[in-house]
């Protein structure tokens, strides 16, 4: 089987995942070889052939997030909903409830509306981290937006937040809950149980809304995602 390795120093344990475009990727650890990731997906030939077919059964149903020319655009985090139409020009306007895309090519279209989009997450986005910051008295030092593959978010250890734009196709209550979670690793960088004990004080529902947002990529359309 076709697998990507990814060595992290911050892994406890072997792991296996799919990205948005379905590569399968090893989570290898620093103290695994190659071989013993490459024997860890043998083992798991099972299960990725489960989520393989489950993910291409997926992808046959009549869906607009398979496409790169989308005729409409769904941002629940913000609640806004809008109309696609392609024209001549550059760019993307918007008019009311319409989006207005430059007509192009399907790589041209999604490159339209991926920069109308860094726009809407800078508008939303940002906002909603600070006033969430001060809320639960979190502060952080810098924010960034970024187009992550596999991340909702991320904190370093000089409490700089990186946010994926993308979670503006997210419910908002899993939103606010990344917004804690990445808040949290400003006081508690891992994932011990100090740190979920902290997380915990704020949202006692976080296991629920943990395993949702690990489910939740599903959601991003194809043309938002990372080329």
């Known amino acids: ?5 990814r060595h992290s120093r911050r892994a406890r344990r072997l792991r296996l995942q799919f990205s948005p475009r379905g590569e399968l990727e090893v989570v290898v650890p620093a ?3 190659e071989a013993e990731a490459l024997a860890f997906v043998a083992r798991n030939r099972a ?8 993910r291409q059964a997926q992808r046959t149903l009549p869906a607009a997030r398979d496409s790169l020319r989308p005729q409409e655009v769904v941002l629940p985090a913000i609640d806004e909903h809008w109309q696609v139409v392609y024209r001549r020009g550059r760019g993307v ?11 192009g090519d399907d790589e041209a279209v999604a490159g339209c509306l991926q920069a109308w989009l ?3 997450a800078r508008e939303h986005l940002l906002p909603w981290l600070r006033s969430t910051s001060e809320r639960l008295h979190l502060p952080f030092a810098a924010v960034g ?5 596999t991340r909702w978010g991320s904190c370093s250890s000089r409490g700089t937040i990186s946010l994926n734009r993308n979670l503006l196709f997210l419910p ?4 606010d809950y990344l917004f804690v979670h990445e808040l949290c690793h400003t006081r508690q960088l891992d994932h011990s149980p100090r740190f979920w004990a902290l997380v915990a004080g704020f949202e006692p529902d976080y296991r629920r809304l943990e395993r949702e947002l690990g489910r939740a990529m599903c959601h991003v359309p194809l043309w938002a995602l990372p080329r």
Request: aromatic residues 2%; proline residues 3%; positive net charge.
């Open 1 to 5: 089987m076709e697998c990507r390795l």
């Open 31 to 33: 103290a695994c070889s």
């Open 47 to 54: 299960w990725v052939e489960r989520v393989r077919a489950r």
């Open 145 to 149: 937006l970024r187009n992550q593959k």
């Open 93 to 103: 306007r918007q008019l009311g409830e319409i989006l207005q895309v430059a007509e």
């Open 172 to 175: 908002p209550e899993l939103v």
């Open 118 to 120: 860094q726009g809407k």
